[in-house]
């Protein structure tokens, strides 16, 4: 069994994000996408793909921790 402060340390840990050239990359597109919602035309999208249940919902719980809506 894990101590309260090793609990705390290992959820602090489970929280941390290290964000990679490539997410930075797809967050930037994502940017580009939210921002560009009033240009004319048809409007910008992207497909999110990945294995079930680990990327798409870990890019999407990323990207509103750190969007501004």
Not at 10 to 18: A, D, G, P, S, T
């Amino acid at each position: 069994m894990l101590a309260d402060k090793q609990k705390e340390k290992l959820n602090e840990f489970r929280n941390v994000f290290i964000e990679y050239p490539i997410i930075t990359t797809v967050f930037n597109d994502f940017d580009r996408l939210r921002l560009g919602k009033g240009l004319a035309g048809e409007k910008p999208c992207m497909l999110l793909n990945g294995d079930t249940g680990v990327i798409p919902p870990f890019l999407m719980e990323a990207i509103c921790r750190i969007s501004v809506v």
